[in-house]
């Protein structure tokens, strides 16, 4: 390693010497002192040796000095090496690139040539690990905003476009008059993009702008405007983090429609009609654009003829029937599509773990005198099965916490278990009215069609 260490300062001189004599021929008027230049060559030679010792960071003191009195490529190549090792890959990068860019003639030195050509592969290598960092503020256009990024002020013109940094942890700060600063940090590693957000609040104590024509309070008279209020804009356009998690409780109303079968080739509609109601639902939404919900909704629905019917047996019978059909669900929807604060919809698939056709009759004998006595007796009867729903939603934000949407959602499943609960008993018969449950044999399958409109409040950031 001595040897080749000797060898390279040795060429780093003479090319230096080369070029430099090269110049005294062709440019007099540029022409430096000899001084400087033996100077610039014992730094750069001391630069290399310091580099090759892996002490980087005083090998760059020499090399930056012995490049601010001559300007050579070899300096630049071992310039941009040193900054690489100590993970400063955007000031890498920048040697490298003005090295790249420097013109050379034929009688230039063979180890200037090579400086050129590795510091083009060199830069190929680093520039696919240099990473990137956005910056977004909120409010983005307040008036004399101030970025500071690493302790470094940098020009408000960076914000929301990606701007190469080094890996490592970074800290943003942000302030503006009429504002109190905000402060965050991120971790930015090799290759990879990396975003932060910075919300400006208003300080409740800056000095407020006097109206049109007034004087400023004494000791105010050069005070700074309270900011502009936030437009109704800036909710709409926030960016939401990928990493955050909100929450959300929505209510919807609409029409049912009912069709298909309930069991044993009964027809839907012979039971229940169109109606309407409304879903309750709650849930979390999650990666800017997904979501999760629990849901639970009743509607009331038109009875079918079927329950406007007597009793089997009685259906000679004046009778008066009321009764009140119904239908209910309880499961759970898994969601996709536009986040929080933005027009567009989104669509959901779920399972109704709890999904239930069914009615309470109340019947009473009108027929009075006639036998046998049947009086008055009520009927309760329920349907239940799984069931699927797909649906989906346009969505109109109109605040920052609320959103309007526009529902259908599309049903389909079947009854497995009919439930009856009766006192309804007709005589002679004995026997005492109770409840039963039973397992259908031949399973309907049946469908609903919601149409409805709703508004979902949110909550956090997600």
Same mark, same amino acid.
């Given at each position: 390693m001595q040897i080749k260490a000797t060898i390279l300062c040795t060429r780093l001189a003479l090319g230096i010497a080369g070029l430099a004599s090269s110049s005294l021929m062709s440019a007099p008027a540029l022409a430096q002192s000899a001084a400087d230049k033996a100077t610039a060559r014992n730094l750069a030679t001391a630069g290399i040796k310091l580099y090759q010792?892996?002490?980087?960071?005083?090998?760059?003191?020499?090399?930056?000095?012995?490049q601010e009195m001559y300007d050579a490529p070899v300096h630049l190549l071992y310039m941009a090496r040193c900054y690489v090792k100590l993970n400063k890959l955007v000031e890498g990068a920048e040697s490298y690139r003005k090295l790249v860019r420097t013109e050379l003639d034929a009688n230039s030195p063979d180890v200037f040539q090579t400086a050129v050509s590795d510091g083009e592969k060199e830069l190929a290598e680093v520039e696919p690990r240099i990473p990137t960092l956005t910056i977004n503020v909120t409010p983005s256009d307040v008036p004399g905003l101030r970025i500071v990024l690493d302790g470094e002020t940098v020009s408000a013109a960076v914000v929301g476009v990606e701007r190469p940094v080094n890996p490592g942890e970074r800290t943003v700060m942000a302030e503006a008059p009429g504002y109190l600063s905000v402060e965050t940090s991120a971790t930015v590693r090799?290759?990879? @993009?990396?975003?932060?957000?910075? @919300? #400006?609040?208003?300080?409740?104590?800056?000095?407020?702008?006097?109206?049109?024509?007034?004087?400023?309070?004494?000791?105010?008279?050069?005070?700074?405007?309270?900011?502009?209020?936030?437009?109704?804009?800036?909710?709409?356009t926030k960016e939401?983090?990928?990493?955050?998690?909100?929450?959300?409780?929505?209510?919807?109303?609409?029409?049912?429609?009912?069709?298909?079968? #309930?069991?044993?080739?009964?027809?839907?509609?012979?039971?229940?009609?169109?109606?309407?109601?409304?879903?309750?639902?709650?849930?979390?939404? !999650?990666?800017?654009? !997904?979501? !999760?919900?629990?849901?639970?909704?009743?509607?009331?629905?038109?009875?079918? &003829?079927?329950?406007?019917?007597?009793p089997i047996g009685l259906e000679e019978r004046a009778f008066e029937v009321k009764s009140t059909p119904r239908v209910t669900s309880f499961g759970f929807s898994a969601m996709a599509g536009t986040q929080r604060g933005r027009l567009g919809g989104y669509g959901e698939l779920g399972l109704a773990l709890m999904h239930e056709y069914g009615w309470d009759r109340e019947i009473s004998d009108i027929d009075a005198g006639k036998e046998p006595n049947f009086g008055r007796c009520t009927e309760t009867v329920s349907?239940?099965?799984p069931a699927f729903r797909l649906g989906g939603a346009f969505v109109l934000p109109v605040h920052e916490h609320i959103q #309007?949407?526009?529902?259908?959602?599309?049903?389909?499943?079947? !009854?497995?278990?009919?439930?009856?609960?009766?006192?309804?008993?007709?005589?002679?018969?004995?026997?005492? &009215?109770?409840?039963t449950e039973v397992d259908i044999e031949k399973q309907g399958l049946h469908q609903q069609f919601f149409l409805g409109v709703g508004a979902d409040f949110m909550f956090g950031p997600g």
């Open positions: 010792q892996q002490k980087f960071e005083e090998a760059l003191d020499k090399l930056k000095r012995a090799e290759g990879q @993009t990396e975003q932060v957000s910075l @919300t #400006l609040e208003v300080d409740p104590n800056a000095p407020k702008t006097p109206p049109p024509g007034e004087e400023p309070p004494p000791g105010q008279g050069g005070t700074t405007p309270l900011p502009p209020v936030a437009s109704e804009e800036d909710w709409r939401i983090s990928m990493s955050a998690i909100g929450a959300f409780l929505g209510l919807r109303v609409g029409g049912l429609f009912p069709a298909g079968s #309930l069991a044993d080739g009964a027809s839907t509609a012979d039971y229940v009609g169109v109606g309407g109601g409304a879903e309750l639902h709650g849930g979390v939404r !999650f990666l800017r654009n !997904f979501g !999760f919900k629990l849901f639970y909704e009743r509607y009331a629905v038109q009875p079918g &003829p079927e329950l406007d019917a007597a349907y239940a099965g #309007l949407t526009a529902v259908a959602v599309f049903t389909l499943g079947n !009854f497995n278990t009919v439930k009856q609960s009766s006192s309804c008993v007709i005589p002679p018969d004995t026997s005492a &009215p109770g409840d």
